[in-house]
């Protein structure tokens, strides 16, 4: 059981470069959450989906976009990143919306 | 905007100590969750108390929740050296379940 994974680990984009992190779990999860979490903050987050086929916006949406591409996968994408956009991505996902969440390991990105 | 805030910011305690950290709100929830942050890691989930609870143990983790305050307490008993992380409240809000995140007390646990 490896829980939930992100891919990369790390990522250097230059501004205005595009990108998609990746996200999956395997433990049958309704729900799948994307957050940023910045030096001396909590996580904020940008967009979550409730189950299979709905996303819907988060506290922090602006320049992100998201697939949920199969009751496994969830795909964050940043169409022209920006220098406000680096950040640590943690990913989670749990059984329902009322539930503990499980993180995955986070992907540390950089724009300069 | 955040829902919680912790307190205090940072808390550096001898092995063996306990340690204690608060979390206020601002408006009804359903749930209070606290998670725990190593550096350089994942947030790993600790313990959910309901806003019809007031208190729940899990190992030497102690959680209060009063309502009435909008505030709730983690206690950490007989402290260890891998207790040293960063510990997060989580609220959701009675109308809205989405998680807000407190930004975080930081325990040094010194040998």
């Known amino acids: 059981n490896a829980g939930v994974t992100q891919t990369p680990k790390f990522q250097v984009l230059k501004t205005g470069q595009s990108m998609t992190l990746q996200c999956a779990q395997d433990?049958?999860?309704?729900?799948m959450y994307w957050y940023r979490q910045d030096p001396g903050m909590g996580l904020r987050l940008i967009y979550y989906?409730?189950?299979?086929?709905?996303?819907d916006k988060g506290e922090v949406p602006n320049g992100y976009n998201v697939s949920r591409l199969n009751k496994r996968e969830f795909s964050l994408r940043l169409e022209s990143a920006a220098p406000s956009q680096t950040s640590v991505y943690f990913c989670?996902?749990?059984?329902?919306?009322?539930?503990?969440?499980?993180f995955g390991p986070g992907t540390r990105l950089t724009v300069l | 905007s955040q829902q919680g805030e912790e307190d205090p910011q940072a808390l550096s305690i001898q092995e063996g100590e306990n340690a204690t950290m608060n979390c206020s709100y601002k408006?009804?929830?359903?749930?209070l969750q606290w998670y725990r942050q190593n550096s350089g890691r994942g947030l790993v989930h600790l313990i959910l108390?309901?806003?019809?609870?007031r208190e729940k143990h899990s190992g030497r983790l102690r959680v209060t929740l009063d309502t009435s305050k909008k505030s709730s307490s983690l206690l950490i008993t007989a402290s260890r050296a891998a207790d040293t992380a960063s510990y997060f409240c989580?609220?959701?809000?009675?109308?809205?379940?989405?998680?807000?995140f407190g930004a975080g007390t930081t325990v040094t646990v010194r040998a």
């Open positions: 989580a609220t959701d809000k009675e109308d809205d379940y989405k998680l807000s």
């Open positions: 433990m049958n999860h309704n729900s």
């Open positions: 408006t009804s929830i359903n749930n």
């Open positions: 989670a996902s749990s059984d329902s919306l009322y539930n503990e969440q499980f």
């Open positions: 108390i309901r806003s019809n609870e």
């Open positions: 989906s409730a189950s299979e086929g709905t996303t």
